[in-house]
């Protein structure tokens, strides 16, 4: 049976700050930011967006009626979760009126989170062909203002339905995971901003990637020459590249050029956006399909997935007949074409922005949201959600 990404979809929010404006008012180099790690704008949430509704948002725009009553299972990967109890997927089923007969679940391990639950899919459809999953991966990336990781914060959501005889991507069996114990990154649960050791980080990347790709090279017999492009999770869009490169002189100099330019055009959806953990690597996933015109159907993509803390897990997929007829590359051009500029003022008064944490009751000025599905409020210590279109 044929498993995989059937639709695929993105949101990220209407605000964003530009990096070298950014880099000028921290008194660096702009080219730190823009050359360094590779970004160019920044996503800025405003009050009313969320980790439920940039999932929401991002899969309102893929599902359709029939979507709806066969999904019976919703799997939510977020580092960004609002409750420790209630699943961010719960949210979102009610919000997409997904049929109740239906299991909703929340799953963390830091930036692994959508990949767990790809891998849980598949599972899931194996046992169950007429079924299929919703898979979210929605987060918002925040280290605190002038901190070494603020040029690297970001927010935004993939969403994925992932079916039998999928559409989009046929996910291949094989695949090598990989977990040790790492304090590379991590968020204790009294802290809004998460802590980084960004140069034990980048290390351990690369050691994981480096681990799974010797040991599926062993598994499967395959190396370089067999891809057509691998994408990566992309904390920021340098990262990947760093493990790339580790590896590229195993291939032929025509594979080399071909896997640097396709890493290049699989970068550029998260340079516009930033870090969104858990939906990273499905974003580059999404940039290369969407702007490179040219892959072929049965090309093979590599995935590697890496969470802090840290499990790493490299798979693969094979891209399917007419792939390109089930994309939404208008929506997200317009999504990218009207996003507005806030400049470092406003991009700080957003960011210092909170919720209250006492029971108080608050509303919030949703008209001047464009997304469909917005957090509109709180009271008595329960997060309010509007959906504009029902």
Wanted: aromatic share 10%; proline share 3%.
């Amino acid at each position: 049976m044929k498993i995989g990404i059937d639709k695929i979809g993105f949101y990220t929010p209407h605000l964003y700050v530009d990096m070298n404006r950014l880099a000028e008012r921290r008194g660096v180099d702009p080219a730190k930011f823009t050359i360094g790690i590779g970004q160019e704008k920044m996503a800025v949430p405003p009050i009313t967006q969320d980790s439920v509704t940039l999932a929401a948002n991002a899969a309102l725009e893929i599902l359709d009626e029939a979507d709806k009553e066969q999904i019976d299972f919703v799997i939510f990967g977020t580092e960004s979760g609002i409750d420790s109890s209630k699943s961010a997927a719960v949210y979102v089923h009610e919000l997409l009126g997904l049929n109740p007969y239906a299991r909703a679940i929340e799953v963390k391990q830091a930036c692994y989170g959508a990949t767990a639950g790809i891998q849980m899919a598949k599972g899931h459809i194996a046992l169950n062909p007429e079924s299929k999953v919703l898979v979210l991966g929605s987060d918002i990336a925040r280290y605190g203002l002038d901190t070494p990781g603020e040029a690297t914060q970001g927010a935004g959501a993939v969403a994925m339905v992932i079916s039998a005889n999928p559409r989009v991507l046929e996910l291949e069996e094989q695949s090598v995971y990989f977990t040790a114990d790492i304090m590379d990154f991590w968020r204790p649960v009294y802290s809004d901003e998460a802590f980084v050791d960004g140069k034990l980080s980048n290390e351990q990347y690369i050691s994981f990637f480096s681990k799974v790709w010797d040991q599926y090279k062993a598994k499967t017999g395959l190396d370089l020459d067999d891809f057509e492009a691998i994408c990566y999770h992309l904390p920021y869009t340098k990262m990947g590249m760093k493990a790339l490169r580790t590896v590229i002189e195993e291939a032929p100099e025509d594979v080399q050029e071909r896997l640097k330019a396709n890493y290049k055009i699989s970068t550029g959806y998260n340079r516009n956006v930033g870090n969104i953990y858990t939906g990273a690597l499905y974003l580059s996933f999404l940039s290369l399909i969407e702007k490179n015109e040219e892959l072929a159907a049965g090309a093979r993509i590599g995935m590697f997935s890496y969470g802090s803390g840290a499990v790493g897990e490299f798979f693969t997929g094979i891209l399917r007949e007419g792939y390109r007829e089930h994309l939404h590359v208008n929506n997200h051009s317009k999504l990218f074409a009207s996003r507005k500029e806030v400049s470092v003022d406003e991009y700080e008064k957003i960011f210092s922005e909170t919720l209250p944490v006492q029971g108080e009751t608050v509303k919030f000025n949703i008209d001047s949201d464009p997304a469909a599905i917005c957090l509109s409020g709180m009271e008595e210590n329960k997060r309010l959600y509007v959906n504009k279109t029902k």
